[in-house]
């Protein structure tokens, strides 16, 4: 049972990514999910989170308009498709998820002991 975080990588300003949080064990539509980075000497952040129940989501201010979270039940995994990234972006991103989250409220707290946590992916982001 375990929750993987992949597609980081080194890009410039201006390029897109997208981040794949894969669960093998459970299935993820029960669950709310949340992607969280943390950049060096920085406290971690809830960067988008989307509810289990009816597909809320949340973003933190700063990537509004530029980031996208969605489920695909299908292939059991949430992704966070990155456009126009930033330099300030760059950080080690992770995907958590919770079975009994109400809502998007996990992105509000993010050093919670959440039911999975994944293992992070570099995402640098070159000016």
């Known amino acids: 049972v375990q929750l993987q975080a992949s597609g980081g990588g080194l890009v410039q300003t201006g390029d897109s990514l997208r981040l794949s949080c894969a669960a093998s064990?459970?299935?993820?539509?029960?669950?709310?999910i949340g992607w969280f980075r943390q950049a060096p000497g920085k406290e971690r952040e809830g960067v988008s989170c989307?509810?289990?129940?009816?597909?809320?989501?949340y973003y933190v201010e700063s990537v509004k308009g530029r980031f996208t979270i969605s489920r695909d039940n299908a292939k059991n995994t949430v992704y966070l498709q990155m456009n126009s990234l930033k330099p300030e972006d760059t950080a080690v991103y992770y995907c958590?998820?919770?079975?009994?989250?109400?809502?998007?409220?996990?992105?509000?707290?993010?050093?919670?002991?959440?039911?999975?946590w994944g293992q992070g992916t570099q995402v640098t982001v070159s000016s």
């Open positions: 989307i509810s289990s129940s009816d597909g809320t989501t």
């Open positions: 958590a998820a919770d079975r009994f989250a109400v809502g998007t409220i996990i992105c509000r707290y993010p050093l919670n002991p959440y039911d999975y």
């Open positions: 064990g459970f299935t993820l539509d029960h669950y709310a």
